[in-house]
């Protein structure tokens, strides 16, 4: 089965909706979301230059369709390298998943 296409609010590029950061509004912050999650959603390709660009165009508040603040914890974790795996983020972690070898 194919993956979705989703398109970075940040770069405007399109890619599968695996290869993206999942972002919704939760009480007037872009938090980081689980797969599933309900609500509007804003996709942002794993790169800091994409989370600039989509501050500096204001595109989080357009794309969720009201006014938001980026969550602090999203910008700290953009800022570590090698750092997106927010698709096993539970709805209020947005610290990267341990890996296999770190659950032992």
Not at 32 to 38: E, H, N, Q, R, T
Request: aromatic residues 4%.
């Amino acid at each position: 089965m194919a993956t979705p296409e989703r398109t970075c609010v940040g770069c405007r590029r399109k890619r599968g909706q695996d290869e993206l950061v999942r972002l919704v509004a939760d009480q007037g912050r872009a938090v980081a979301a689980w797969p599933g999650a309900p609500g509007r959603s804003a996709y942002l390709c794993p790169e800091q230059k994409c989370l600039e660009a989509a501050e500096k165009k204001r595109a989080f508040a357009r794309a969720l369709r009201g006014p938001v603040t980026l969550d602090p914890a999203v910008r700290a974790v953009f800022a570590r390298p090698g750092n997106m795996r927010f698709n096993d983020a539970s709805p209020h972690d947005c610290a990267p998943a341990a890996t296999s070898d770190e659950r032992r």
